[in-house]
């Protein structure tokens, strides 16, 4: 028995070492054209995201059409893709080649080096997207390892038959909190990324703006020492507004009836549409007062068994036709600067005016933090 | 009425509150069951069914338009069927293993004495007390140490490791019920212990077995954590299908319709256990084993 798993236990090792010696070719200073024939050589690339099935699969169809390598895409929970990457992070191979990566997991990702690269230089369409969104994502230095794919926006969903003037800055949104209880609606910021947008949103216009924070990579503590005003400010309002348990639950709790404003996620809204779970006379703008876009990146885990093929996958979604076609699919808004589509929910002069960039990350988790600890817990 | 009331014997008046109470309490059955699970399963029928070109929204009582979209969408999007059949392939060869290993375990714990044995009987429960991600994230090492992540074997056993709790307290508890006159008994008449473990164990614990088959299985179909880690990409079950939907990105449409094709095939063999539960009660209370 003592024989037979030490057996297996070598075997396991020289599997592990074997497959992790991935690509022959150093990826860093190959081609493009080597690194295609390098994926094509590894032959499948496996895919974790937590949305879009529908125009995944139809993505993975596509690319074995174009090269040959099967695409195993795995649709499953964000919280868990995180933590079964990070359960194989010491692993030598692990069994996840690429992974969308949202906001709420950017920061702990990259504070683990869960991801290969550098990437950007090795992608050919790299100088498509926009500079930043290579360097940074929803406030955390991503330093080119993770790939933009999709850019999303919150804004204020509302039911146009309940609510005829929308506000537009934050004394106008508290004067209609104040006239409609209980008919605004935002998500726990500990559970998804509207409401934090929204709770970013209320320390700008309450504590003194956005632009102290800017370029601090550190938290300071002197800059959040008069957030007990937002807090304050939450706390003497909790009775007049709904908080949601998820971005998906506000817009389903508008659908119901139970709110007529909420701030939702642009993505989520289109998706939530097109499966029949929200009415379609739903309006969406992005308030004077200014709320955080965003936009999920790709990237290759650092013991991804096909390291090439992940690479050609990026390179295969972030390509014009596939950003088109997930507009078209699923209203997943590109991330190509070179793209210009119409028929969104937002319309491209809110998104240039009243867009705004996050705060950098420590600012946004001790964020979530004190929101929890001062609003929730209280 | 009145004068009726007024001459009826008190036996008779006893007797019709009797039957009243038995009406009121059945009535009280109904409404809580009906509450309680008919209407879920009803709204996720209904949500399932809702055509995706128009929204079920307020003020609707009722969606609109009905249609299979819902359904044709999950089966044409995901892996569902693959799902089915590695589920429905995992779930009787974990409860088969869970009953080989629970028995020897349920008869120690309920028959013999021996030292710690509140100990373990609390510590075979430890994988069911322990969040899911939790045991999911350690296990995930060690199958993986032992070559066991990514494989069929290694999934019916880490299924087998969540059914065993049920199926060793269940198995206990019965092994504990059987009376000791019955056993010494069969000794003084000869029995031998294969004699006695056919005749006697094996039949009186068979409702238990049962009930504890029911809990493993249906741990295995629901088990998310465990398969999610150690198994996909190479398999994925119906929860890692149903939990794309449940879980951060909610789609309530979508994850009725995954509920549903969970749930049906359950509730048939809840039914159908219930059956044989019933019978081998009824035979081992009165001895006809």
Redesign the interface.
Same mark, same amino acid.
């Given at each position: 028995m003592k024989k037979l798993?030490v057996l297996?236990?070598a075997?396991?090792v020289v599997a592990g070492i074997a497959f992790a010696a991935g690509p022959s070719i150093d990826l860093k200073t190959a081609s493009w054209d080597q690194i295609v024939a390098a994926a094509k050589a590894e032959g499948s690339v496996?895919f974790?995201a937590?949305?879009f099935?529908?125009y995944f @699969?139809e993505a993975a169809a596509d690319f074995e059409k174009e090269y040959g390598v099967k695409a195993?895409v795995?649709?499953?929970?964000?919280?868990?893709n995180f933590? @079964?990457a990070?359960? *194989?992070k010491d !692993?030598a191979t692990g069994?996840?080649d690429t992974m969308i990566v949202g906001g709420?997991w950017v920061k702990t990702t990259t504070d683990l080096n869960l991801f290969y690269g550098p990437i950007r230089n090795m992608l050919p369409d790299n100088s498509k997207f926009p500079s930043t969104a290579w360097e940074v994502q929803e406030g955390v230095m991503i330093n080119g390892y993770l790939a933009p794919f999709h850019r999303n926006q919150t804004g204020i969903l509302y039911d146009p038959d309940r609510v005829k003037d929308p506000p537009q800055t934050w004394d106008q949104l508290v004067a209609w909190i104040n006239a409609h209880p209980m008919d605004f609606g935002f998500c726990d910021p500990s559970k998804?990324g509207s409401g934090q947008a929204f709770v970013f949103t209320a320390i700008g216009s309450l504590a003194g703006g956005f632009d102290k924070y800017k370029g601090d990579k550190e938290l300071v503590p002197s800059k959040v020492a008069n957030w007990d005003i937002v807090w304050k400010w939450f706390n003497d309002n909790k009775d007049k507004m709904t908080i949601t348990v998820?971005?998906?639950?506000s817009i !389903?709790r508008m659908?119901?009836? *139970?709110l007529s404003m909420t701030v939702a996620w642009d993505d989520n809204v289109k998706? !939530?549409?097109? @499966?029949?779970?929200?009415? @379609?006379r739903a309006k969406m703008y992005i308030p004077k007062m200014g709320l955080a876009g965003g936009g999920d990146t790709m990237g290759v885990l650092k013991n991804a068994q096909h390291k090439a093929a992940a690479l050609l996958w990026i390179s295969f979604i972030q390509s014009k036709a596939q950003q088109l076609k997930k507009f078209q699919m699923v209203g997943a808004y590109p991330a190509r600067t070179d793209i210009t589509i119409e028929g969104t929910l937002l319309s491209e002069e809110d998104r240039k005016n009243n867009a705004i960039p996050w705060f950098p990350a420590p600012y946004k988790d001790f964020m979530i933090k004190e929101f929890v600890k001062n609003v929730l817990m209280k | 009425m009145s004068a009726i009331r007024q001459i009826s014997p008190w036996y008779l008046r006893q007797a019709r509150r009797r039957r009243n109470f038995t009406t009121m309490l059945t009535a009280f059955f109904i409404i809580v069951q009906v509450l309680w699970i008919g209407v879920p399963i009803f709204m996720a029928v209904l949500w399932s069914l809702v055509d995706p070109n128009h929204p079920w929204s307020y003020p609707n009582i009722l969606p609109s338009v009905l249609s299979w979209g819902q359904w044709s969408y999950v089966f044409k999007y995901t892996n569902i069927i693959r799902a089915l059949k590695t589920s429905y392939t995992l779930a009787p060869c974990a409860v088969l293993l869970s009953f080989v290993l629970s028995l020897p375990t349920a008869y120690v714990l309920g028959r013999k004495q021996i030292p710690g044995k509140k100990f373990f009987q609390t510590v075979v429960l430890l994988p069911i007390i322990m969040p899911g991600m939790v045991v999911a994230l350690f296990l995930s090492r060690v199958f993986t140490a032992f070559g066991l992540a990514q494989n069929f074997f290694g999934l019916v056993l880490a299924h087998t490791l969540m059914g065993l709790p049920y199926m060793i307290r269940v198995l206990t508890t019965s092994f504990e019920a059987i009376p000791q006159d019955i056993i010494d008994a069969a000794e003084n008449l000869g029995a031998n212990t294969f004699v006695k473990i056919k005749d006697i164990f094996l039949p009186m614990v068979r409702p238990g077995l049962l009930a504890g088959m029911v809990f493993a299985f249906t741990t295995s179909i629901e088990e998310f954590n465990l398969t999610f880690v150690i198994g996909t990409p190479t398999f994925e079950t119906i929860p890692t299908i149903l939990y794309s939907f449940l879980g951060y990105n909610f789609i309530r449409t979508n994850a009725s319709v995954v509920a549903l094709i969970m749930m049906i095939p359950n509730i048939i063999m809840l039914f159908v256990v219930e059956h044989f539960l019933k019978s081998d009660y009824l035979s081992a209370s009165l001895g006809k084993l």
């Open positions: 798993l297996m236990l075997l396991t496996t974790y937590w949305y099935p529908d @699969k195993n795995i649709i499953g929970d964000q919280t868990a933590n @079964k990070i359960a *194989e !692993m069994t996840i709420q998804g998820s971005n998906n639950d !389903m659908n119901g009836g *139970e998706d !939530m549409i097109s @499966k029949g779970n929200l009415f @379609k | -």
